[in-house]
């Protein structure tokens, strides 16, 4: 199973960093941070190890936004300052979704 150590962050041109994966079952996982993002500290660093909470997003493997399919009573696409272990949770989530 993939976790949060697995992911490839790198450096935004917007500022911030951000990882993509995309799991067998073809859900993408997003993670962001910076500082337009919902994110601990709200400010464009460079690594990972900078940073506490991030921003997190679903996608199915359609492209359409998945957020609330594994959160269905959370009112948005994203998910604000989720930390490490919220993001390993998620992640076995998606990866377990057939």
């Known amino acids: 199973m993939k976790t949060f150590n697995d992911l ?5 041109s917007i ?10 079952n073809g859900f ?3 993670i962001q ?3 337009g993002m ?7 660093l460079t690594s990972p190890m900078d940073f506490v909470n991030f921003e997190v997003a679903v996608f199915a493997p359609d492209g359409d936004w998945a957020t609330k399919q594994f959160f269905p009573n959370h009112n948005d ?8 272990g919220d993001i390993n ?9 057939k």
């Open 8 to 12: 490839q962050f790198k450096p935004k």
């Open 15 to 24: 500022g911030g960093i951000g990882a993509h994966h995309k799991f067998d």
């Open 28 to 30: 993408i996982i997003s």
């Open 33 to 35: 941070a910076g500082s």
């Open 38 to 44: 919902y994110s601990t500290p709200r400010e464009d």
């Open 77 to 84: 696409d994203v998910l604000g300052w989720q930390d490490r």
């Open 89 to 97: 949770s998620l992640m076995l989530l998606v990866q377990s979704e």
